[in-house]
């Protein structure tokens, strides 16, 4: 029996489940035994040695509510020991103050973090010494983000936060460097990118703020296709693309909401950047490249590759980047089999939608027909997919590609 | 003791690609290094994302995002015209719409997707209806009332509707009804917030209760995603949480508060024994060991400023408690998670 025909009698059928992610993928050991049977020649102790590279960095983290857990508790944690050391009289809120001891959590941060046979342990000794070092460098960071923060506002004369967002870059290297923690590097990334998010916002140095922003932009998408594109380089740096899609997220709903927070007066913003046109272009090419990276490795017709960037360029045209990006995030999410991020996609999704039509500047009258046509005419490409059977199992030897 | 260290985790890694499953980022990898043909790299993401999957994806996606510009373009319009509209227009057109959407929902295959999702939209209709008939005839009857009986109206709907979603809908109406109500208690006694929150964590915690007799029957399948017993035994652990902890730190009084701590105690006992014993339920622990982290802490200091300890003895006590207990906590944890082998 083929493979092809294997795929068709075993297709199961749609579950709520499946639209956040696909059924759970076959195990490669299994996959790789029946690739044998069908007479392919493996190397099969290559193959284990080249993703052991993927295996190691999924295994080095433990479940999410476990990471959560163990941040919680090292939040609390150095927050108490701080105080601590005010009480003490041994920190003082100067800049001196903050940059040394800063610098010497850090630093013993660092020494207490397990490496190499230690990260090998297993015990209570061991969760001690990680929870402490954790602990330790949480009061490194904070304390040299509010040091070097007021050494470059006070000292420097910079008069801005962009102290801060060195900072944090470099806090952000120091995790990629030293701490192979994926919870641990999503903060230092997420932390880094929001700041400079605010900073473009606020304090956009002497450049044009839509093209800082837009630049800003560009790089976030160029950074999540690079991930995509260059996998090990992913597991190497666990937690960065998350983090470039939080911070993503974060970024076009500034954008999207503009307007809003001007109109609002939500925030002190100094310009007008009337940004949608700039991110739309930049999100639907994206949403191209993630669609090419889908559709390349694959027997794509071109039909099929037609419809697909059709469906792409129709958010694009409604001028609503938060739409797209949300489009992006559930394809992404489907298509990796993470569904935080398909969850994240709808969340996002649901409110830049119903923004969109809530915001149409029109009488509800009309705003009724227009949500009642466009409703239609998602229905009817509905009606297109269940008419060509795009839903169906492909039929063995119908020679029906993707 | 280096080369050996990276042996024993270069045959660890070796192992655990065992269970490891297939992915692209692994396709590409062996693809991108020349381990794999081409063709069986195809193969392999045609198995992990046949070309029908994108297809009902898509579908799914349009399909929901139709109706519900559909049903908001209806809402639109009638907001529009509803003040031209006659008392028996109105009625008219809501008692058709849930009749339309209740009749389309038996239409549909049994339990398909469409068919719950018309009988989800009927049940929200029939709220719509009941406060259009209480703003008409200025009915005078309190808020829980119409929640209670919107509830009481999609019970039998509910029953037959096999969808999470709708449980859901009917529990945060009960919810709501039962929150209500109890400002309107006679018994003074009982109408304390303490009072509350049992009786909501025992309706939330009799619904888990329900939930775990028919999770695993062939009938209801429906019930088998995790994240109703994350949700509900989260709702009750948070529920319970402020009794709790007035119980520990002393601030329980009266002999309701001090009863209802009690009784937030054994609840918290219960579940523990629950999903470490009988099924094993991680995520639900770990919320349990967070609650109970920040319990002892927050009592410690309350009892310790009772005592009549200085801050600089609180805050050092405090923090390495912290620490002590986190670490305890996570390595609990982690040894029930190698137990159960689970892998992120």
């Known amino acids: 029996m083929s493979d092809q025909s294997k795929r068709t009698a075993s297709a199961p059928a749609f579950q709520w489940s499946d639209f956040f992610s696909p059924q759970e993928a076959p195990k490669l050991d299994l996959w790789l035994d029946e690739q044998e049977r069908r007479g392919i020649t493996l190397d099969r102790p290559a193959i284990k040695a080249c993703l052991s590279t993927v295996q190691e960095a999924r295994s080095e983290a433990s479940p999410l509510y476990l990471r959560v857990l163990t941040a919680i508790g090292s939040i609390i944690s150095a927050a108490l020991l701080i105080y601590l050391l005010y009480l003490f009289g041994i920190l003082h809120f100067s800049i001196v103050s903050e940059i040394t001891n800063g610098f010497l959590f850090l630093a013993l941060s660092a020494v207490l973090f397990p490496r190499g046979a230690q990260q090998d342990q297993v015990g209570l000794r061991h969760d001690f010494q990680l929870q402490i070092s954790l602990t330790f460098l949480q009061m490194g960071k904070l304390l040299l983000v509010l040091g070097f923060g007021e050494f470059t506002y006070d000292q420097l004369g910079w008069q801005n936060g962009w102290g801060v967002s060195l900072t944090l870059a470099a806090l952000m290297g120091v995790s990629f460097a030293l701490f192979r923690l994926s919870f641990e590097r999503l903060l230092a990334v997420l932390a880094f990118l929001l700041s400079v998010w605010v900073n473009l916002l606020f304090n956009p140095l002497n450049g044009d703020v839509r093209l800082l922003f837009s630049l800003w932009l560009l790089l976030h998408v160029i950074a999540v296709g690079w991930c995509l594109y260059k996998p090990v380089f992913q597991y190497r740096l666990s937690g960065l693309l998350d983090g470039l899609l939080l911070s993503l997220c974060f970024g076009v709903g500034i954008i999207a909401m503009e307007a809003e927070i001007l109109s609002q007066g939500l925030l002190a913003l100094p310009h007008d950047m009337q940004l949608g046109q700039f991110s739309n272009l930049i999100l639907l090419g994206g949403l191209f490249v993630l669609l090419f990276w889908i559709a390349a490795p694959m027997n794509v017709s071109k039909k099929t590759l037609l419809g697909a960037v059709a469906g792409a360029l129709i958010p694009a045209l409604l001028s609503e980047p938060g739409i797209l990006l949300a489009l992006g995030l559930m394809i992404l999410g489907y298509a990796t089999h993470k569904a935080h991020q398909s969850i994240l996609g709808i969340v996002f999704g649901l409110f830049f939608l119903s923004r969109y039509y809530y915001l149409l500047d029109m009488t509800l009258m009309a705003k009724s027909m227009t949500l009642i046509l466009s409703g239609t005419a998602l229905l009817a490409g509905a009606g297109l997919i269940v008419w060509f059977g795009l839903y169906r199992p492909v039929e063995e030897g119908s020679g029906h590609d993707a | ?344």
């Open chain 2, 1 to 344: 003791m280096i080369e050996q260290s990276k042996r024993q985790r270069a045959e660890r890694a070796h192992e655990a690609t065992n269970n490891l499953r297939l992915d692209r980022d692994a396709l590409d990898i062996l693809a991108r290094d020349g381990l794999i043909s081409t063709r069986m790299h195809q193969d392999g993401l045609a198995l992990l994302h046949p070309a029908h999957s994108w297809g009902q994806w898509t579908l799914v996606l349009l399909a929901i995002c139709g109706t519900t510009l559909i049903l908001s373009g209806i809402v639109f319009f009638f907001a529009y015209n509803w003040v031209v509209l006659s008392t028996f227009q109105k009625f008219s057109l809501l008692q058709g719409a849930v009749v339309i959407t209740a009749s389309g929902a038996t239409l549909a295959s049994n339990r398909s997707l469409l068919s719950q999702l018309l009988l989800f939209v009927s049940s929200v209709l029939v709220g719509v209806f009941l406060a259009v008939f209480g703003q008409i005839y200025q009915t005078g009857a309190d808020p829980w009332q119409l929640f209670a009986l919107w509830a009481l109206l999609i019970l039998p709907w509910t029953l037959l509707s096999a969808f999470a979603l709708q449980w859901l809908l009917l529990l945060a109406l009960l919810n709501v009804a039962l929150a209500l109500w109890w400002d309107r208690l006679p018994f003074i006694w009982l109408a304390e917030e303490e009072g509350l929150l049992v009786s909501l964590a025992l309706l939330n915690g009799v619904v888990l209760l329900v939930r775990e007799g028919l999770v695993g029957k062939v009938q209801f399948g429906w019930l088998d995603g995790v994240w109703t017993r994350w949700l509900l035994a989260g709702a009750v652990l948070a529920l319970l949480f402020t009794p709790l902890m007035a119980l520990a730190t002393g601030e329980a009084n009266t002999s309701l508060e001090t009863t209802v701590g009690i009784f937030a105690l054994l609840a918290y006992g219960v579940i523990f024994v629950t999903y470490r014993f009988v099924w094993l339920e991680l995520p639900i622990l770990a919320m349990w060991a967070l609650c109970l982290c920040i319990l002892v802490l927050f009592s410690f200091t309350s009892l310790a400023s009772d005592w009549g300890w200085g801050d600089i003895a609180i805050t050092l006590v405090a923090a390495f408690l912290t620490l002590s207990l986190f670490t305890f906590a996570a390595r609990y944890l982690k040894t029930l998670v190698t137990k159960s082998g689970e892998i992120e």
